[in-house]
Structures are given as structure tokens and as C-alpha cells.
């Protein structure tokens, strides 16, 4: 990360931008199977409880041995390369889900992913190129700061069967 550990200490919303550059398809647990494309998915998250966004994100920065969200399978095969995140008590996950459904290229590859227990069509979008964090932030309109991951241990896609 390129900012302090600090910064996610409290709960707050986060979206988890990850690269993907295979084809091919995952189960994704008893949802459904995605098929994957070469680009970047965005997923929606909110980290309200015990151990706030920092527990979260180290889980989502690692390969989960025992995959338990929808997200969890996905993250097997896909690279997370940006975080976006507000550090915020309020739950913002729904309407950032809104905004991101609505950015210029967004698609739903798989309806319900994310988004079992909420009205939204899905909380994971996907795009060919990295959505615009300014006109996100303008369209959220509340403070979105952004950390980039490229330190971190890159998952299998770098391996030669990709
Ligand atoms: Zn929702």
C-alpha cells in the first residue's frame, strides 16, 4: 500500500478494483459460474463490524484458503490493483454499486454476485479499461481516497498457465 495502515483502521465502504487476464470460468461458490474476461472488475464492499477495513482488506489482498464470499473466488483468479475506500461508519456499498453500474463501459457479468442480501442488481461490475475515480468521486459525492496495491503478491495470473 502507499498509504499508512492507519488509514483503514475504522470501518467504512471500499471498492476493490481487480485485474483479470485470462479467459475462462469460475465457479462462483453455489451462485452460478462467471465467465471471465480480459479486463478489470470492480466489486462493492462495506467493512462495518469487528476489525473495520484493515481485517478486510487483508483479506482481500491474500488468496482465501477457504473461499467463503462471492468475491473470494473471483480474487483466486484476478489481481487486486487499486483500492478505493472511505472511512466512514455510514454504509455506502449499495450507492456506490449504483454509481459504478452506471460509469461509461460498466457491466454486470454475473446478476446477484455481491448482492445476495440487497436489492442491487449486483455488487460486481466490469470494465475494459480502469473506471474514472474523478468522475466516481463526483458522482458519490463524498470523500474517496485510493491505494494502489501493485506491492502486493500478485496472484496466479502471472504464472505461465495464464
Ligand atoms: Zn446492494
Known amino acids: 500500500?502507499?498509504?499508512?495502515?492507519?488509514?483503514?483502521?475504522?470501518?467504512?465502504?471500499?471498492?476493490?478494483?481487480?485485474?483479470?487476464?485470462?479467459t475462462g470460468s469460475v465457479q462462483i461458490g453455489r451462485l452460478s459460474r462467471l465467465h471471465l474476461q480480459p479486463g478489470y472488475y470492480v466489486y462493492v464492499g462495506s467493512a462495518l463490524g469487528?476489525?473495520?477495513?484493515?481485517?478486510?482488506?487483508?483479506?482481500?489482498?491474500?488468496?482465501?484458503a477457504?473461499?467463503?464470499?462471492?468475491?473470494?473466488?473471483?480474487?483466486?483468479?484476478?489481481?487486486?490493483?487499486?483500492?478505493?475506500?472511505?472511512?466512514?461508519?455510514?454504509?455506502?456499498?449499495h450507492r456506490w454499486a449504483k454509481v459504478m453500474a452506471g460509469l461509461p463501459g460498466a457491466g454486470v457479468?454475473?446478476?446477484?454476485?455481491?448482492?445476495?442480501?440487497?436489492?442491487?442488481?449486483?455488487?460486481?461490475?466490469?470494465?475494459?479499461?480502469?473506471?474514472?475515480i474523478r468522475v466516481f468521486r463526483q458522482q458519490v459525492k463524498t470523500p474517496v481516497s485510493r491505494s494502489v496495491t501493485s506491492d502486493f503478491a500478485r496472484s496466479g495470473c502471472h504464472r505461465a498457465s495464464c
Open 1 to 22: 500500500m502507499t498509504r499508512s495502515e492507519t488509514d483503514f483502521a475504522g470501518p467504512g465502504t471500499y471498492a476493490l478494483i481487480l485485474a483479470c487476464r485470462q
Open 50 to 64: 469487528t476489525g473495520g477495513l484493515q481485517a478486510r482488506l487483508r483479506h482481500h489482498l491474500q488468496i482465501p
Open 66 to 93: 477457504r473461499p467463503h464470499w462471492h468475491i473470494d473466488y473471483l480474487r483466486a483468479v484476478c489481481d487486486v490493483r487499486e483500492v478505493w475506500f472511505t472511512s466512514d461508519t455510514a454504509r455506502f456499498e
Open 109 to 132: 457479468p454475473l446478476p446477484r454476485f455481491g448482492s445476495s442480501d440487497c436489492a442491487c442488481v449486483a455488487h460486481l461490475f466490469s470494465y475494459a479499461r480502469v473506471p474514472s
